[in-house]
C-alpha cells in the first residue's frame, strides 16, 4: 500500500505542474485519498492535509457534490472509466463546466478499491485536446446562438452529419442528447449573467434563449436543483 500511495504522490506532482488540471483519488466513502495543488486552491484549503478525508459535499453546493457522488458510485458498480464527462464545477462561486475522466482503482485482488480522476477546464469548442471532432462544429454553433431557437437538424446541417449519427455522438462523448446539450449550455449563461448582472431574471431567461421566467426556472431547478432567485442570492453574498 505505501508504494501506491508513493506512486499516487508522483501523479500529483505531475499535474502540479500543469495548469488548470484538477487530479484526485477518492475512496468508496467518496473521502479524498489525493488532491493536487489546484484542486486545493479550487476548494479554498490551505493545503492537501485539509482535504484528505473530506468528500465532496464539504467544499461543493450540495446540487453539484450529489452529481459527482453518483458518478463516483456507478463507476465502483460497474468498473467502466468514465471518460470526458462535461460537468459543473464552481470557482469563486461561479458555476463553470469542467471535462473530467474517471478511472478505477484495483487492489490484487481486482476489486475496486477507489476511484482516480482527472478534470481538465472546457472551453465549449476547445481545440483537438478537449473536444472530438465530429462535435466542434456543433458545439460552436450552439455556444453562439444559444438565445436563438435551435433544432437538431440545424446542428445535423452544420456538422455534416445525419440527425441520428449527430444524436449518437453527443451520447458517446458527452453522455447527453444534443437539447439536453443546449439546455444545460443556456442554463450555464444564466448562471454567469445572475452572478454578473443586476438584470431581472425575467430578461435574463430571454438573453439565455428561454421562452420566459418560468421556463428558465424549470429548466434551473431540473440542472441546478435551485431556482435561479435562490442560486443569485446564495452566490452574490459569496
Not at 477518492?26 to 484542486?39: C, F, S, V
Not at 450529489?66 to 465502483?76: A, I, Q, S, V
Not at 437538431?152 to 453527443?170: C, I, K, N, Q, Y
Amino acid at each position: 500500500m505505501e508504494s501506491t500511495f508513493e506512486l499516487l504522490n508522483g501523479v500529483e506532482a505531475l499535474f502540479d505542474h500543469m495548469p488548470r488540471s484538477l487530479f484526485f483519488v477518492k475512496d468508496q466513502q467518496g473521502r479524498y485519498l489525493a488532491a493536487n495543488e489546484e484542486l486545493v486552491r479550487l476548494f479554498g484549503a490551505a493545503n492537501e492535509a485539509e482535504v484528505i478525508g473530506c468528500t465532496d459535499a464539504d467544499f461543493l453546493p450540495a446540487y453539484i457534490a450529489e452529481g459527482y457522488r453518483k458518478d463516483d458510485l456507478l463507476l465502483f458498480e460497474n468498473g467502466v472509466t468514465i471518460r470526458n464527462r462535461v460537468e459543473l464545477v464552481t470557482r469563486g462561486g461561479v458555476v463553470d463546466w469542467i471535462v473530467t475522466t474517471k478511472v478505477p482503482m484495483r487492489n490484487t485482488a481486482n476489486e475496486i478499491v477507489a476511484v482516480a480522476g482527472h478534470a481538465r477546464e472546457y472551453h465549449g469548442e476547445g481545440s483537438a485536446a478537449t473536444m472530438p471532432e465530429e462535435l466542434r462544429l456543433p458545439i460552436a454553433y450552439i455556444r453562439e446562438n444559444y438565445a436563438d431557437t435551435i433544432l437538431v437538424v440545424d446542428l445535423a446541417t452544420v456538422s455534416g452529419r445525419s440527425v441520428s449519427s449527430l444524436e449518437r455522438a453527443f451520447r458517446r462523448h458527452l453522455h447527453v442528447t444534443p437539447k439536453d446539450y443546449i439546455r444545460k449550455v443556456r442554463v450555464h449563461e444564466a448562471c454567469k449573467q445572475l452572478i454578473h448582472s443586476q438584470e431581472l431574471i425575467a430578461g435574463i431567461a430571454f438573453e439565455c434563449g428561454f421562452s420566459d421566467q418560468a421556463h428558465l426556472t424549470r429548466e434551473f431547478k431540473r440542472i441546478m436543483h435551485t431556482t435561479p432567485a435562490v442560486y443569485r442570492k446564495r452566490h452574490s453574498s459569496e
